[in-house]
């Protein structure tokens, strides 16, 4: 027997569920896409600001190292206690840049590169010091200092 009545076709388009479903996937791919800009612009201005930083940083070392001397070996300053009487300490100090070795003669006690070192003498006459600075590729300086002793 067949019915006389065949159920009505059903149509897609009639399904409720058909769009909300593709209304969903589309909300999704469209606040995706809006996360992932906004992501990828975050990072692009992150990186700006680490290379400005990093720019900044390389212009400080920069002037802190001319400050203390370049890349040129030299001695940057030389003085001592000018005059002293007989028995009493005198104070060399002096600061050198890009030394390997540090000599002062006549002086008994070690000395080494630095960039700021005072050390004591004990002339019995007057004495005039030479300080030496030499560096890695064999070249070296010197300037020279008087204690005079009364």
Request: glycine letters at 4%; proline letters at 6%.
């Amino acid at each position: 027997m067949i019915p006389d009545n065949p159920p009505p076709a059903r149509s897609i388009f009639r399904n409720p569920f058909l769009y909300s479903s593709g209304a969903i996937l589309l909300l999704a791919l469209y606040v995706g896409w809006i996360l992932y800009s906004r992501h990828q612009s975050n990072r692009a201005y992150n990186q700006r600001v680490r290379e400005a930083q990093m720019k900044k940083q390389q212009e400080a070392d920069q002037v802190a190292l001319e400050q203390l001397g370049g890349s040129e070996l030299s001695i940057q300053m030389l003085y001592a206690t000018p005059r002293i009487l007989r028995g009493e300490t005198a104070q060399i100090c002096f600061a050198v840049a890009n030394a390997k070795s540090v000599t002062l003669e006549p002086q008994s006690n070690a000395v080494w590169p630095s960039h700021n070192l005072c050390v004591d003498v004990k002339p019995n006459k007057t004495t005039t010091y030479t300080l030496t600075a030499a560096g890695a590729d064999g070249k070296s300086v010197s300037q020279q200092v008087t204690v005079q002793v009364r």
